[in-house]
């Protein structure tokens, strides 16, 4: 029987897919990543039943030291799989429900070790400045970054419009070069990992990590996928140089986190309880320390002869130029705004009867 010692660097989260050959039922898969050495580590795949998946993916973390016994080894399909997986060895390791068995492997300083060595060239990294300064020909690439940990926000959970359950997690980096860039969390995985992170000590080497342009925020943000590995406080003298310069300008994150979530935000307060919306807090805010102005927040239903937008937020300097007015004005002026013509073009003529209801037939 053959065993492997590994420590887990790697991991995703249980997904479910529809089974080909039992149509209406699940098949449930998860990948991991172990490593045994500072140059070897290799891919683990395991399929099976929801209720062995689960039982199995949750019965390790990263971080921990595993004995797989008797797992199959196949070769992978390099272009398929490492589209999805971090990049390893030509061969990966199949776990098989009757006959593999992982678990737990007393802690190994060994093995301990090398969850501090990056897997990827320590030198070929992305500093958060030539993300930034590269811009939107990064968007889309997968790259190596080296920063530290500003802070780590609470995870966030969400259901989509088919009713799937989602969460994220946004965590802000930084490092001699910018002072503060996103990288966002989207699997349990890497969530609950960076719960663990603590903000001006912890230094991250995050191998494959995608780049995007965020529309909405008008920025690069980086993003955790399947083939990120992230290694913490990396044992490297780049890393150390980072590390020295966190430690010399505690100062970088002082500028805003205060004001981050009380006045940056730039969310509704609501009058009765004296706290913020989106931060739900009400530090500084009774200390009347927080400046506060008053401004439109309209729920609004847009129409033309097309259809109706239901729910469109309008709000602050862009409701004040659609009204014609400011967020203060006289009652008189207040009493008075019912309906108010924007502007109005001639309709094409063809259009508008495709489009007018029809009368009573």
């Given amino acids: 029987m053959m065993s492997i010692i590994g420590v887990v660097i790697g991991k995703t989260d249980a997904k479910g897919f529809p089974d080909r050959k039992n149509i209406g039922s699940e098949r449930y898969t998860f990948c991991f990543t172990i490593r045994d050495s500072p140059s070897w580590f290799i891919n683990v795949n395991s399929w099976g039943r929801e209720d062995y998946i689960k039982s199995l993916s949750e019965s390790f973390r990263l971080g921990d030291c595993v004995i797989i016994e008797n797992p199959l080894v196949q070769t992978k399909e390099v272009e398929k799989e490492e589209k999805f997986n971090p990049t390893t060895t030509s061969y990966k390791l199949l776990l098989s429900e009757n006959h593999s068995v992982v678990r737990i492997y007393e802690a190994d300083t060994r093995l301990l070790s090398l969850l501090h060595l990056p897997v990827k060239n320590p030198q070929d990294f992305y500093s958060l400045g030539d993300i930034v300064a590269n811009g939107q020909s990064?968007?889309?690439?997968?790259?190596?970054?080296?920063?530290?940990?500003?802070?780590?926000?609470?995870?966030?959970?969400?259901?989509?419009?088919?009713?799937?359950?989602?969460?994220?997690?946004?965590?802000?980096?930084?490092?001699?070069?910018?002072?503060?860039?996103?990288?966002?969390?989207?699997?349990?995985?890497?969530?609950?990992?960076?719960?663990?992170?603590?903000?001006?000590?912890?230094?991250?080497?995050?191998?494959?990590?995608?780049?995007?342009?965020?529309?909405?925020?008008?920025?690069?943000?980086?993003?955790?996928?399947?083939?990120?590995?992230i290694t913490i406080n990396p044992d490297t003298a780049e890393a150390n140089i980072l590390f020295n310069f966190i430690r010399r300008s505690p100062e970088m994150l002082d500028l805003d986190d205060e004001m981050i979530d009380h006045v940056k935000c730039h969310y509704v307060i609501n009058e009765k309880t004296n706290a913020c919306s989106f931060c739900s807090s009400t530090n500084s805010l009774d200390a009347g320390t927080v400046p506060m102005f008053a401004s439109f927040d309209l729920l609004v239903d847009l129409t033309d002869h097309t259809g109706t937008l239901h729910f469109c937020s309008l709000s602050d300097t862009i409701a004040e130029e659609t009204l014609g007015h400011t967020v203060i004005f006289s009652t008189t002026a207040r009493t008075g705004l019912r309906v108010k013509l924007l502007s109005c073009k001639l309709a094409d003529p063809v259009e508008a009867c495709q489009n007018l209801p029809e009368k009573g037939k």
């Fill in 138 to 229: 990064l968007d889309g690439k997968i790259i190596n970054v080296l920063a530290a940990i500003k802070s780590v926000g609470e995870p966030k959970h969400f259901a989509t419009s088919d009713r799937r359950k989602g969460h994220r997690c946004e965590v802000r980096l930084y490092d001699d070069s910018e002072s503060s860039f996103t990288m966002i969390c989207w699997d349990n995985e890497s969530i609950q990992f960076a719960q663990s992170w603590v903000p001006q000590e912890t230094v991250i080497f995050a191998s494959d990590i995608r780049i995007n342009f965020d529309k909405f925020r008008n920025c690069m943000i980086a993003t955790v996928i399947s083939k990120t590995i």
